[in-house]
């Protein structure tokens, strides 16, 4: 261990170890893997890569506006019914995006729907489907036909989590208690108060 302020200090975690700065009132501000695995830190700031799919929108400071949605996944609290009222495993048909109130399907990737389920007037199932969509951002409207059930409408209003990340760095929102994947030589930074190893992962992290 070095002194505080004036060199860096490390704490090597491994195997299920709970580490703390050993100084009070200081924090861990980077962690390098060495083994990978899963680490479970108290604190604030981190900063880490996210590849696509790989963090929920809220999750993070300044997601960006744009985004895609998942092969398979569900969308159906976002989704309503316009027109009709019964559907069973269909799919979408020609899908029109809104934005602002202006028609931008010309200009986005429109994504497509299947597993459609409306009973009684209300959408019991909807996932997206092989068609992900593109440069579609919160708040956009999709609307579309069914294709076996014509008769009903279908509504999808891109709420926040229904768009992934985009690949890049993001800064997490503070959290108590929150669950990272670390890779042999990764580095994440932020500010951490405790550090916990899952099972065989190893980690060294610093203190400035």
């Known amino acids: 261990m070095g002194y505080p302020g004036n060199q860096t200090d490390l704490v090597s975690i491994l195997d299920e170890n709970a580490a703390t700065p050993p100084y009070p009132g200081r924090f861990f501000n980077k962690i390098v893997g060495s ?7 108290q604190g604030s700031g981190l900063h880490k890569y996210v590849a696509l799919d790989g963090e929920a929108r809220s999750a993070v400071f300044s997601p960006g506006n744009s985004g895609v949605l998942d092969a398979a996944q569900s969308i159906l609290s976002s989704a309503t019914v316009t027109a009709g009222t019964t559907a069973s495993g269909d799919t979408s048909g020609a899908v029109v995006v809104t934005r602002d109130g202006v028609v931008v399907t010309g200009s986005v ?12 007037g209300a959408v019991t199932a909807i996932v997206v489907g092989a ?22 409408t279908l509504s999808v209003t891109l709420a926040e989590d229904d768009l992934k990340l985009s690949p890049g760095y993001y800064q997490y929102k503070a959290t108590t208690d929150y669950t990272i994947n670390i890779g042999v030589g990764e580095v994440i930074e932020g500010h951490f108060t405790k550090i916990t190893a899952a099972t065989d992962v190893k980690c060294v992290a610093y203190m400035n």
């Open 131 to 152: 068609t992900e969509g593109a440069t579609l951002q919160q708040g956009d409207v999709l609307t579309f036909p069914l294709n076996v059930a014509s008769s009903v």
């Open 109 to 120: 990737t429109a994504p497509n729907f299947s597993g459609i389920t409306v009973a009684e």
């Open 35 to 41: 083994a990978p695995g899963d680490l479970t830190v």
